[in-house]
């Protein structure tokens, strides 16, 4: 690394981390500020749609888990069914991500400070982070959904609708399908994600403030198959999900991943879109457009933007929510292609 690194780049989660990648293969030099010790877990459905699971591979990453072929909706008797078409996505702890993302960009030279960022002065040639003595020419926030740098930037805009809030736990029972389960009920969506021979995960998505094991309860068919006993983790929990930023581009502030906006974790895309967003932003940086970044990031994005905000308008509404699983069970090939189009 130089004296000045291109990036300082402020989060090591997978948008920050694959940003550092991306940078290194680039030719680039960038600086990582995390400041929590690896391996980072965070409240996740922990399920890699196949994008993102090609990503990793293009970055040269293995991460260990289970083979996810398909995405299924259930909601009492009804069942929807969508296989994958254009490869498996994974089912990987979010540890096991982050510690396959952290040693590659350790590897790949890239340093990891244990800082947090949260104050930055710009001007013409860099940016500056006050009291630390590190100076970059540009500075990426992936500092995650509640960004305090899109914050403290000026960058943070409201968002409308209800709030809503994700709870996850892991169960060590073997996982009965190799698909995504989406778990729809009256008032939360249970995702239940394989992730090993014995593990599965389970992420509850509701607009209402209870405890896991209250909301769990309203999933009869899955509390059945979730003994208490079989509890490995702690709850965790993250939201609200919706966050909105006025640009991805200030000055010579750049955002990525979570940090440059979230809709929900209703489609399971947030790995996928942080990767792909890190890709278009360092691509960008290389060639000298970093004005283009906002358009880029816009066209990489735009799909997921508009058919997840459909899917969580839908169910929002009392009369739309409950035909949401009838409609895909009666449109199969509609239910495969949008499938297919966020996967
Ligand atoms: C309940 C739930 C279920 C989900 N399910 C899925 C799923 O199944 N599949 C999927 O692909 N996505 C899913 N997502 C979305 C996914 O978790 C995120 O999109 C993804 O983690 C975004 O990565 P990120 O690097 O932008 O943010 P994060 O993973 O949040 O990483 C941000 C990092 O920044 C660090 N940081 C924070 N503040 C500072 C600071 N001031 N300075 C320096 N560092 C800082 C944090 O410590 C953290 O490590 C889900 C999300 C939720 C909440």
């Not at 960058?155 to 190799?178: D, E, F, K, Q």
């Not at 792909?276 to 360092?282: D, E």
Request: glycine content about 12%.
């Amino acid at each position: 690394m130089t004296g000045r690194p291109d990036l300082l780049i402020a989060g090591g989660g997978p948008a920050g981390l694959a940003t550092a990648l991306y940078a290194a293969r680039a030719g680039l030099d960038a600086v990582v500020a995390e400041p929590r010790p690896a391996p980072v877990d965070k409240a996740c459905g922990e399920g890699l749609m196949p994008g993102a699971v090609r990503a990793l591979t293009g970055l040269g990453l293995r991460v260990p888990g289970h083979v996810i072929t398909g995405i299924r909706y259930i909601q009492g008797p009804r069942r929807a069914h969508a296989e994958f078409t254009h490869g498996p996505g994974l089912g990987a702890r979010r540890t096991d991500l982050h510690g396959a993302l952290h040693r590659a960009v350790l590897d790949a030279g890239v340093p990891v400070l244990p800082l947090r960022v949260t104050d930055v002065r710009q001007d013409a040639t860099g940016v500056t982070v006050p009291g630390t003595g590190l100076r970059a020419r540009w500075l990426v926030a992936a500092d995650g959904l509640h960004s305090p740098l899109r914050r403290s930037l000026g960058l943070h805009a409201a968002t409308g609708g209800t709030p809503r809030y994700g709870l996850r736990r892991h169960y060590a029972v073997p996982p009965w399908s190799s698909c995504v389960e989406v778990h729809w009920g009256t008032h939360a969506e249970a995702y239940v994600t394989p992730l090993g021979p014995e593990l599965v995960g389970v992420a509850l998505l509701t607009a209402v403030k209870a405890p896991f094991t209250t909301q769990l309860a309203g999933f009869p068919e899955l509390s059945a198959r979730l003994p208490p006993q079989a509890a490995v983790t702690s709850v965790r929990g993250a939201g609200p999900l919706r966050q909105k930023a006025r640009a991805r581009v200030h000055g010579r502030v750049l955002l990525v991943g979570d940090a440059a906006g979230y809709i929900d974790a209703l489609t399971g895309e947030g790995v996928f879109l942080a990767l792909a967003g890190a890709r278009a932003l360092v691509a960008n940086v290389r060639r000298g457009t970093v004005s283009r970044y906002e358009t880029d990031w816009r066209r990489a994005t735009r799909r997921h933007r508009l058919l997840t905000g459909a899917l969580l308008r839908a169910c929002q509404r009392p009369a739309l929510a409950p035909r949401i699983v009838p409609a895909a069970t009666h449109l199969p090939g509609l239910f495969t292609t949008v499938v297919n189009a966020l996967a």
